[in-house]
């Protein structure tokens, strides 16, 4: 196996195996710093060894293995952690632990520990997209529009406030899930956004954070079967996963959603999707609680899913259910979104009108550009369209993205 071959390994399983080495040690050792360093020093070992030595036949239980070792070392050199340091001599030992509580899965055990309410929403979800997905602090970054430094602040904070308050790494109760749910669910779909389009790398979709956010979702929608808005986050999922095979073109560009190819989507991820969607309608309709926000955009999603082209759109549909999302959820991307739409209805000096509102807050999201230059596009203002696809194009992190964005400014902007 040749070096690179090896390095390609190393990345793969790095996607595959970093949540549940850490969520695993977190739950033996009960401490996410040890858990955290010990997975990244097994991921240094692994670099090291084996380009010398191959490529294990169970690179995961080589990890697990090499990383539990490394915390117990660690912890017998802080021999003043008595408690630790007498957990650190007893055998070793790699059975499943026996469950005890309503939430059997280390990672989502680990997902709910990071989301506990002591910690600020922003830190919950951060220091859960570091510790579960195995994403960098520039990824978060972008996943959150803040800075780096920002970012890396709020995770060692958080990990600081989880140590200082003594926040147990505890199967939850039943409470404590309804409690810390939304912070949950927030950092399961930035995992899956970050699969879906991804931020920085080469490869535009990171099937691998995809694959465990729908995952996540569907353990999720088996512990709380009747939360609409767990089985809102998993339809939203899915009908947007279902047209993944249609989003990167064979050459790299991103695909936009008027002009990719409805047949290549998965219409068995549609149909799973609708009937959730099914489902939540019967329920509200039986006097459950109204839609939250992942169910509207799951029904936006179907809407867009079940049109047969892009020009069959019900446009008027997706402007009025983006109206009820803003009065949950007013954030500029949400308005962003529905002003994208509004274009669509009522034209697109219209809804660059409402667009430009958002200018302040949105200057550095490569979207609210992209927007904004193809309504000037339409509205025959070239000059400023180009300008305004060239700060899209320098502010997009996806090659995808870039690709297309530089091809649309070349082709219609003057």
């Not at 007893?90 to 059975?95: E, F, K």
């Not at 579960?132 to 972008?142: D, F, H, K, Q």
């Not at 409805?262 to 839609?291: F, K, Q, Y």
């Amino acid at each position: 196996m040749t070096v690179l071959t090896v390095e390609q390994a190393i990345t793969r399983v790095h996607h595959e195996e970093w949540a549940r080495v850490v969520a695993g040690l977190a739950r033996r050792f009960g401490d996410l710093d040890v858990a955290e360093e010990a997975t990244a020093e097994a991921f240094v070992a692994a670099a090291e060894r084996w380009p010398r030595e191959g490529v294990p036949s169970n690179p995961g239980g080589w990890l697990a293995t090499t990383a539990t070792r490394k915390a117990i070392d660690r912890l017998r050199r802080e021999s003043q952690r008595d408690a630790r340091h007498q957990a650190a001599l007893m055998v070793y030992d790699d059975t499943p632990a026996e469950p005890t509580g309503p939430v059997e899965d280390d990672r989502l055990r680990l997902i709910f520990t990071c989301c506990h309410p002591a910690l600020a929403m922003e830190a919950r979800v951060a220091l859960t997209l570091r510790l579960l997905g195995g994403l960098t602090v520039p990824e978060i970054a972008r996943a959150f529009l803040v800075q780096e430094t920002t970012l890396a602040r709020r995770i060692t904070r958080a990990k600081a406030k989880i140590k200082a308050a003594h926040i147990p790494y505890r199967v939850p109760s039943a409470d404590d899930i309804r409690e810390r749910l939304a912070g949950v669910l927030a950092v399961v779909y930035l995992i899956f956004n970050e699969g879906y389009l991804a931020s920085e790398g080469d490869d535009p979709v990171r099937v691998d954070l995809t694959d465990e956010a729908i995952r996540l979702g569907r353990l999720l929608r088996a512990l709380l079967p009747d939360d609409g808005e767990v089985a809102g986050l998993l339809a939203l999922m899915l009908l947007t996963d279902a047209r993944r095979p249609a989003r990167v073109s064979r050459t790299g560009e991103l695909v936009i959603l008027a002009e990719q190819d409805r047949g290549a989507w998965d219409r068995t991820l549609i149909a799973e999707g609708n009937a959730l969607l099914r489902e939540r309608v019967e329920a509200v309709a039986s006097g459950g609680d109204p839609p939250g926000r992942y169910q509207l955009q799951a029904a936006i999603n179907m809407v867009h899913t079940d049109a047969p082209s892009a020009r069959d759109t019900e446009w008027s549909t997706i402007v009025a259910l983006y109206g009820r999302l803003v009065l949950l959820d007013p954030s500029p991307i949400v308005r962003l979104n529905r002003a994208v739409a509004v274009a669509e209805v009522d034209g697109p000096g219209v809804g660059l009108a409402e667009i430009d509102r958002l200018a302040e807050v949105l200057d550095g999201y490569h979207a609210f550009h992209a927007a904004r230059a193809d309504l000037l596009r339409r509205l025959g203002r070239g000059g400023e369209s180009r300008a305004a696809y060239d700060r899209a194009i320098g502010l997009a992190g996806n090659p995808a993205e870039r690709s297309y964005l530089c091809r649309r400014r070349d082709q219609f902007a003057g």
